[in-house]
């Protein structure tokens, strides 16, 4: 239809704009700080055990697990591909909000142009400055966004937008002291609208949420 031909013009719109915005990193990659000297260094000397359960120096009291996923599959590729592969899977969660904001059902997001709207807005940000535009260890930024898009998004969206989004916020919970702190609101969400899939998604942040305070005494 004209509309979906349309949704499809303006997420191509919203990646032309990404890749306008600083084509040097996407053509080069990037590591920015603990990206390249913490995890793909550790992931480079450790096993994939290692790579998971090992307490990297800093921490900053909580387990960061995107990056440790980034730099295991980076490793995987030839060293020049490396950054490549960082900025490339950093970007992955910008290019998802983008997807579940404009194809999804939401409870705050109802017009089209509201969905619009707000993917240029997250896009223009502020808060994606430099230091935190397309780096492994910054997506905590990245997904506290995503779970709050998640948490307006209503029970009638298709089963693979739900699978995505359980997996995002088990990712994101053990990756963002955001977003496990976002846990009540889904609760709250599951309270007001009795659903499974609402039940699932407060459940495990809920869980991530336990985890990262554990790791935080631990550590």
């Known amino acids: 239809s004209t509309s979906y031909f349309f949704s499809f013009l303006v997420l191509l719109v919203l990646v032309i704009i990404s890749f306008y915005r600083s084509p040097d990193i996407f053509f080069e990659g990037r590591f920015w700080g603990e990206d390249g000297s913490i995890f793909f260094q550790n992931a480079l000397n450790n096993n994939f055990f290692e790579n998971f359960f090992k307490i990297y120096y800093p921490t900053y009291g909580y387990y960061n697990l995107y990056p440790r996923i980034i730099a295991m599959i980076a490793k995987a590729f030839p060293i020049e591909f490396a950054a490549l592969i ?105 309270y007001l609208i009795k659903s499974r899939s609402f039940l699932v998604e407060a459940i495990i942040l809920l869980s991530s949420f336990l985890f990262q305070l554990l790791f935080y005494f631990y550590f």
Do not use: D, R
Not at 96 to 102: G, K, Q, T
Not at 123 to 145: A, G, H, K, R
């Open 86 to 190: 960082n900025v490339y899977m950093s970007y992955l969660i910008l290019f998802y909000i983008f997807i579940l904001s404009i194809f999804g059902n939401s409870f705050l997001l109802e017009k089209t142009k509201q969905k619009f709207l707000f993917c240029f807005l997250v896009l223009f940000c502020s808060s994606f400055v430099p230091e935190v535009w397309v780096n492994s260890v910054n997506t905590q930024i990245y997904f506290c966004v995503l779970s709050i898009v998640i948490l307006y998004s209503k029970n009638n969206i298709n089963l693979n937008f739900k699978i995505l989004n359980s997996i995002a916020l088990f990712i994101g919970g053990c990756s963002s002291p955001y977003v496990v702190a976002l846990f009540p609101f889904f609760f709250i969400k599951y």
